[in-house]
């Protein structure tokens, strides 16, 4: 017999003594949806507590595009969200991360282009009618920015101290190299 969310959480019911549940995920009582927040819970807390073999998923993080958007209407740069951005469609794609500062300088300027945007980031790059090529250089002490994955719960550190990180928000910044393996 395969353990079931629905199991645990009717032996968790049966220890309370309560009545159990059909199914977790589609009963509506009070208990159940309870019990189901609680699993959730309480799942992701061991998840985090301890390196579970079976919960480990190695990964080869890149370093995140930024994303910069040209208005050929307005002439001017706008800020966007996080993506992973290329040249394409009339755009760059960018994001730079809170406490940067720097400013635009671009080379090479074609016709609707604004020189001296103010915006945040030390970027330098070349411009065309699609947009412009950059890469932006934090001005902390690390140099890379890495997205966390979409179901990241918690980093299991293979060598202590080996690699400087921080992780902030969705994203890890790291000193050490364009890829994390």
Known sequence: MAITKTNIVNQGLLALGELVCIDVDSDS???????????????NYLLRKYDWKFAIKRLQLVVI?????????????????????????????????????????????????????????????????????????????????????????KLIELYPDYIKYNIEKNMILCGESDTLD
């Open 65 to 153: 595009d930024y994303k910069l958007e040209f208005d050929a209407e307005t002439t001017a740069f706008v800020v966007s969200e996080l993506v992973n951005g290329a040249v394409g469609e009339g755009t760059v794609e960018y994001l730079l991360t809170n406490g940067t500062s720097g400013a635009l300088w671009l080379s090479n300027v074609t016709t609707g282009f604004v020189d001296d945007e103010n915006i945040t980031g030390d970027i330098a790059g070349d411009a065309t009618a699609n947009g412009i090529e950059f890469s932006p250089t934090p001005v902390n002490e690390f140099d890379y920015i890495f997205a966390l994955p979409s179901d990241y719960i």
């Open 29 to 43: 009582t009070k208990r159940a949806t309870t019990m189901k927040e609680l699993y959730d819970i309480k799942l």
